[in-house]
């Protein structure tokens, strides 16, 4: 398995998961401990950029509030403790993308239908707005050029 699976594998187990069914709101991740509890050294950077990365935080369902400690200059460092928040889906609090809502027989996507038909009832009808923009669209050189073509063989003749 790769140290990135490894490592995401092993955060939402023993920080993400108990904290979710215990109901608290925000975790703290050490870099240094991650490395210490998965018995690796030599990959700070690795662990680092894991906990950082959008793609983690939306397997684990966390946010990322802030970031303690570390170099100054920002980067990788076994002394970065990482603050997320734990999103609780169903909890009225906000939905992670690593668990959509659903709605079932498509009814979502039901209620998007007609969402313009009043902005194209006020243009005139969908038709009426097409048949406008056609219009206002000016040829491309391609097409003028083959406009002044035919005329040039009409005058010809």
């Known amino acids: 398995m790769a140290p990135t699976e490894e490592t995401k594998k092993h955060v939402i187990a023993k920080y993400v998961v108990p904290a979710r069914s215990s109901g608290q709101d925000k975790i703290q991740v050490r870099v240094g401990n991650v490395m210490k509890e998965l018995g690796w050294t030599n990959r700070t950077p690795s662990v680092f ?11 684990a369902g966390l946010e990322l ?3 303690r400690g570390g170099p100054a200059s920002g980067g990788p460092s076994t002394t970065v403790e990482f603050v997320y928040r734990v999103l609780h889906p169903g909890k009225g ?4 993308a690593a668990s959509p ?10 209620a998007l239908y007609g969402i ?6 006020e243009l005139g009808g969908g038709e009426a707005f097409l048949k ?5 669209w000016k040829p491309d050189p391609w097409e003028r050029l083959e406009l002044e073509r035919t005329k040039e063989l009409e005058n010809r003749e």
């Open 93 to 96: 609090g906000p939905i992670s």
């Open 101 to 110: 809502a659903q709605v079932p027989n498509g009814s979502g996507l039901k």
């Open 49 to 59: 950029s894991t906990l950082k990365s959008a793609a983690f935080q939306r397997e």
């Open 132 to 136: 406008a923009e056609r219009a206002a």
């Open 65 to 67: 509030l802030e970031k």
């Open 116 to 121: 313009l038909a009043d902005t194209f009832r």
